[in-house]
């Protein structure tokens, strides 16, 4: 993509409502557009990097269940069948927006923060003998809730895009058995999206989902709005819900010895027991055609919220700083004005490929803008085209980290860039 | 996929409120579950169908826009500004569900029906300079309507899946030359889908986006829901709000020689003026630093309305037939029970692979069923393995038309058999 070409543009100065440092780097970068607290667009950019997430969650998430789409909205008759309805304090509903839309339909339906109540009865419609135990199905769609504040950006939201996905068994065993499955995928993606070695499954409390404990997955973030408790011996952590003495000798942990350190939450997984299967009605005849309750495990993964916390855990006072899993663009091509300059970025850029390159092409911006746009929109990898490096017949390669590392790199063996790089 | 493996299974009854031929055949073949009428989950089959005729309509659209996502959520206040907050009948609003979110938070937000006063204020925050135009960009988005009765299944949605492309302009004259590039894009999206020779562009009223006229694309169908007046000859339609004596001499057409057919709507562009930029006060600089008004022009595909009305104009009395650009599986493979036949499938399912087949591989289905669900479900071709077939060492090879054409195909050749049907 050529930066003449591209939607959006880079700011300096962006709206003082804007206060989470996520929101006002990828604002500033050109990733997103607030159109409230809480409410966000994602610009061509902002769409590259949640699509790159959603595909990793995806190839995960197929090895383990099927993907289908649940609707946004809902009957509230369900809602009060799981007694949800009115403990949900973040819970939106609809309804006719002005006197003629209500003068057509006074009907009012909910807008769902979460999809247990939706997808059981789709189970129990399709899945009622043991024969056709476990199943696990996902969806990749958008939730609802009304927060009062929501000035963390894309970390709190009033509409995010999630990945939720539900397990079905005929016994508490079988789920646990899926439910360490599902534990592997989840280290897988948090690998492949770059933040494996900083996130830790942590014990919490099951919240409006179940009375055992539940598991979130925090990744360790300065500026993250939970505090766990760190074992970094054992890869494990406990949040503060269940840090107290009662929890701690349940748990069998000396919590005195463990690290307490600022994380955000990324996934989480809930046991849901039969707690969803007694309230709606869901069982399934077991060999002797005897009915029995349907066990659940509920795994959510924020995607935009992913997008947040990463953009927190790896920017520095440049900009962003994504990694190559997700980036928008792995190659962010700089030419330093001047025909000869050009004439190479242009053969670099057709080499690489336009799916891969950033190229900034612009006429009137000056070096200063292109290294500082290039250091705030964050790509992996600069490719500088100059003067200086042309005398050598090269390019230079700089690694958009913290450390900015670079080399110089021949003009003739630029299809062998991705080799030497990956 | 293996049917044993598949999270639905077909029904030969549902529910006397499904109304629409769409949702019916949908519903027994286990592409959709109605949430309520209107509003559909799209189950494994279902979200196949629709991830590829997004994918069709993605890979048009790339060629003239940027994609983006828009929230579903906005503020009110736009929607004042562009006086369609009292005129949209659909029009939805949010608000706390219960005691406990009402306490928490009164904010209420319009659920969008359509983006046009959500792009214009991005836009106007990225692009002012003539040298910024022409642009566009779209959305593959989830939208929200109110309707008070939606009886005929993905045909009229409460909640539906569309994109939306929205063209900036500096001149009515560039509205125009995009206009007509946007048309060549939709003419090969119709085409790809399997419909294009029964999509025709249909002069409508411009509604509550434009003073204008503007264009739909309307399918020939005899169960649609709409009256168009046909000039097969010019390849081009009339709606019957513009098929007026009035509309008639303005459009320079003679009504009485037009031919009167059902046809359903599968898109629509409308040239928008400057009636946005006014009302959002949207202006660029000239040349000379003169604040004009922008000229836009919008563009929508219904994704889970083509969805229905492909299905209705394909279905026959035995079930669906998709075309195969957007079928869920290009094969359904159908062993009659034996050992020998089932080895033979195996190897065919393995050959074909797993993305590209469904595998009939149920213990208990009869032979009537097993044939039954290959009709219904649609597959454009099935692959039949019985001891007849394999008494001349061949699978039968059936083309799930309403002609059901077949011939016999070597099990030593089955690599070939795509390269044989393409």
Chains 1, 2 share one sequence.
Request: glycine share 6%.
């Amino acid at each position: 993509m050529k930066l003449s070409k591209l939607f959006t543009k880079t700011s300096k100065n962006i709206s003082s409502q804007i206060e989470s440092v996520n929101a006002q780097l990828l604002t500033r970068a050109g990733y997103i557009y607030q159109e409230m607290a809480g409410v966000y667009a994602f610009l061509p950019l902002g769409m590259k990097v949640i699509k790159n997430i959603e595909q990793i969650v995806r190839d995960e998430m197929d090895k383990i269940g099927e993907e289908l789409l649940m609707p946004a909205l809902s009957g509230r008759e369900r809602w009060h069948a799981t007694k949800r309805h009115d403990a949900i304090d973040i819970l939106m509903s609809t309804r006719a927006a002005n006197e003629k839309a209500l003068e057509k339909s006074t009907a009012e339906y909910i807008l769902n923060p979460t999809h247990e109540e939706i997808i059981t009865p789709i189970a129990k419609h399709f899945r009622t003998s043991y024969k056709d135990f476990p199943f696990a199905v996902y969806q990749i769609q958008t939730k609802f809730r009304n927060e009062a504040r929501a000035k963390s950006g894309l970390l709190r939201g009033r509409e995010f895009i999630m990945k939720d996905l539900y397990s079905f068994h005929t016994s508490e065993d079988d789920l646990n058995k899926f439910y360490e499955l599902a534990k592997e995928r989840y280290d897988a993606i948090f690998d492949r999206l770059g933040i494996g070695q900083d996130t830790y499954i942590t014990f919490a409390s099951g919240g409006d989902f179940t009375d055992d404990y539940s598991h979130e997955y925090q990744t360790v973030l300065e500026s993250g709005e939970d505090v766990i408790y760190l074992d970094r011996k054992n890869k494990v952590a406990y949040n503060k819900e269940v840090a107290t003495p009662e929890d701690a000798k349940k748990l069998g942990v000396n919590f005195d010895e463990l690290e307490q350190v600022m994380a955000s939450e990324v996934g989480n997984i809930f046991p849901l027991s039969t707690k969803f299967s007694e309230h709606l009605d869901y069982k399934y005849s077991d060999e002797d055609n005897i009915q029995k309750n349907v066990w659940m495990g509920s795994y959510g993964i924020g995607i935009s919220r992913l997008m947040g916390v990463i953009t927190e855990k790896f920017a520095d006072d440049k900009g962003l700083v994504w990694p190559e899993s997700i980036a928008p663009y792995m190659y962010h091509i700089v030419a330093l004005p001047d025909e000869e300059n050009i004439k190479v970025a242009n053969k670099v850029y057709e080499t690489l490929g336009e799916d891969k390159c950033l190229y900034d092409d612009r006429d009137s911006a000056s070096t200063g803008e292109r290294f500082a746009d290039a250091d705030l929109i964050g790509c992996p990898v600069q490719i500088v085209v100059s003067k200086k490096t042309l005398e050598n017949n090269c390019v230079e390669v700089i690694s958009r980290s913290d450390k900015f590392e670079s080399f110089m790199h021949p003009i003739d063996e630029i299809e062998s860039l991705e080799t030497k790089l990956a």
